[in-house]
């Protein structure tokens, strides 16, 4: 493609609201344009990476035996009803209504759809196992979009569903997809760290999601060096200290004046943190939730809803305390009525730690769980933090901030049984579907190649997914032996089906090669009246500062060995 024909320019400066260093490049460089909040049109640089991107995919999807199928983006509500999900998620999930006061949803997921579509088309265990996937379009109302493409409201994601006939099928298929999935990253130009994390909504009996280290993460994992543990943060666990042996002392009311946190609690009194008892207060629903973690720790709020079984968490508003006892700040689990209360299992079993009266500008030295107050839950609901021991090895783990590139779920029967997505097996009983559920935001992928993939000059694209693999700049254009030169390498190019991006346009060199940078195609030919006068070309990759000269005869040939070369699938 010639660069004068290319739709879209190229910007000097990124948008103000832009805050992620490759999602401005993004923009600069006209691969995509953002509608709204998280809402993006691909511009023609953009769509060819996304392809290339989605390639890979499903290069990858059929090496394990997937095959590929197109849902429909707008569901009917009972779908959801019948699962539950239509009750338990949040505005996330956009719903409409269309002719006839019929109930539809916009698709965030689609295990509902799929199992639906096992339900009429499985009967038997012969029909077992199956691999469908789709590359195709969702929507999730995301009450913030953030960093560009990373968390977008609308999204093209693959996503693949497993069928089985029991669960050493669903390993087999979990298996597969989790090792497809290393290729598919690794081949797009990331690695990533996989972790344990919750299964969130779409349930079941375990997932794992793979990270990408990145600082502008919203996500934190924890990692072990010493034996390799590796978890989100919402479910990750650590080794907490066993409390020492200590006789429970007598109840004691002190006074606190100005001490209405843990840090001006602990600096009163003279004590560590940890010997002091945390209250938080959170609303499940209408259900008030009284939340206690040792002095020094911080509540999970992924832990204490999975503790309280709520599909919606949310810290408790001031005047929710009314009525329950609770004084803020000098709170405790002691005298307080109509609230559940959970505590962490350290709480529980630590001896003699300060918590609060319940009584403004008063402590209570000395509370002992089972002694003065009980819970309905008894947990572990404290979060892992830097440093913290690994629960495996005792080793102090590290954290790091990550984004979340793809996801893998254990299903199981979550969707198969309420929809009543059966089969026969051999002997004629009949049994609920194994599904499992695997998941890649193509947009977030692109959003964090940009993110990881780039210097302080643009983009730096890995030439597996890159728009174009030669970025070809004609200077001194004028001359027509340089015109005809540059030409000539273009038309040769093309028959040797590189893909390359011909810049012809009539300006000056800096503002040709400012562009090359920004849009990161992996190598820059510079032909030139000094070039020509050698018989050559400039050639300089895009990673790298040096350049050489080529003689212009071997160009395309040297292009063409690289570009002809097999592509590997299915092997890591």
């Known amino acids: 493609m010639r660069r004068s024909q290319l ?40 769509m060819r990476v996304k392809e290339k991107v989605e390639r890979i995919m499903r290069e990858e999807m059929n090496a394990i035996g997937g095959q590929e199928v197109v849902m429909p983006v707008v569901h009917p509500a009972e779908l959801w009803q019948e699962t539950g999900r239509w009750y338990s998620i949040g505005p996330e999930l956009a719903r409409f209504t269309a002719r006839g006061d019929r109930q539809m949803v916009l698709a965030m997921t689609h295990e509902e759809v799929i199992a639906d579509l096992l339900r009429r088309q499985v009967q038997s265990y012969r029909q077992l196992p199956i691999m469908l996937y789709q590359i195709q379009t969702k929507f999730r109302d995301e009450p913030r979009a953030r960093g560009g493409m990373i968390r977008a409201r609308e999204f093209t994601m693959k996503d693949a569903y497993s069928a089985d006939a029991g669960e050493e099928g669903l390993d087999r298929s979990y298996r597969d997809q989790y090792e497809a999935y290393f290729r598919i990253f690794r081949r797009a130009g990331i690695e990533p760290v996989v972790v344990g994390a919750d299964v969130g909504i779409m349930g079941g009996s375990g997932a794992d999601e793979f990270m990408a280290i990145l600082p502008i993460g919203e996500d934190q994992i924890l990692l072990c060096e010493a034996c390799g543990y590796a978890a989100n943060r919402q479910i990750a666990t650590f080794r907490k200290p066993q409390p020492g042996a200590e006789q429970q002392a007598s109840l004691e009311e002190v006074a606190t004046p100005d001490a209405a946190t843990i840090a001006e609690l602990a600096a009163f009194l ?11 207060f959170f609303m499940a629903g209408d259900r008030f939730i009284f939340a206690v973690v040792r002095g020094d720790m911080e509540v999970n709020e992924t832990k204490l809803a999975n503790a309280v079984g709520a599909a919606d968490l949310r810290p408790a508003r001031p005047e929710e305390l009314a009525g329950t006892g609770i004084v803020a700040g000098y709170a405790s689990p002691i005298g307080v009525h109509g609230v559940t209360v959970v505590v962490d299992d350290l709480v529980a079993a630590s001896p003699n ?16 769980y089972g002694r003065d107050y009980t819970a309905d839950i008894v947990t572990d ?41 059966t089969f026969l097996d051999e002997e004629g009983r009949e049994k609920p579907i194994i599904m499992g559920s695997y998941g890649i935001g193509v947009d977030r992928l692109i959003g964090v190649v940009a993110e990881v993939h780039h210097d302080e000059k643009g983009l730096i694209w890995p030439e597996s997914i890159a728009p174009f693999q030669v970025y070809l700049v004609g200077l001194d254009l004028d001359d027509e032996a340089v015109l005809a030169a540059a030409d000539t390498l273009y038309t040769q190019l093309q028959a040797r ?50 350049t050489r000269l080529v003689p212009l005869e071997e160009v395309d040939e040297m292009l063409a060995a690289h570009a002809e070369a097999p592509v590997t699938v299915g092997n890591i």
């Open 7 to 46: 739709f879209a320019e190229t910007l000097r400066q990124a948008p103000a609201d832009a805050d992620a260093p490759g999602y401005q490049f993004l923009l600069r460089g006209g691969f995509v344009q953002p509608l709204a909040a998280g809402i993006f049109t691909y511009l023609p640089l953009g």
């Open 270 to 280: 003279g004590i560590p943190e940890s010997e002091t008892a945390k209250a938080t």
């Open 353 to 368: 730690l300060v918590a609060g009266a319940n009584r403004e500008g008063y402590h209570l030295r000395n509370t002992n």
């Open 381 to 421: 609901i404290a979060s892992a933090y830097a440093g913290a021991p690994c629960p495996r090895c005792g080793e102090p783990m590290r954290m790091e901030r990550a984004v979340e590139v793809g996801n893998i779920f254990k299903l199981g029967t979550r969707f198969t049984e309420p929809l009543g997505v």
């Open 497 to 546: 089906r590189v893909e390359v991006l011909y810049d012809d346009r009539h300006e000056r060199a800096g503002v040709k090669f400012n562009d090359a940078d920004l849009l990161g195609i992996p190598l820059r030919i510079t032909v030139s009246r000094r070039t020509v006068a050698q018989a050559a070309a400039e050639v300089k990759r895009r990673s790298e500062t040096a």
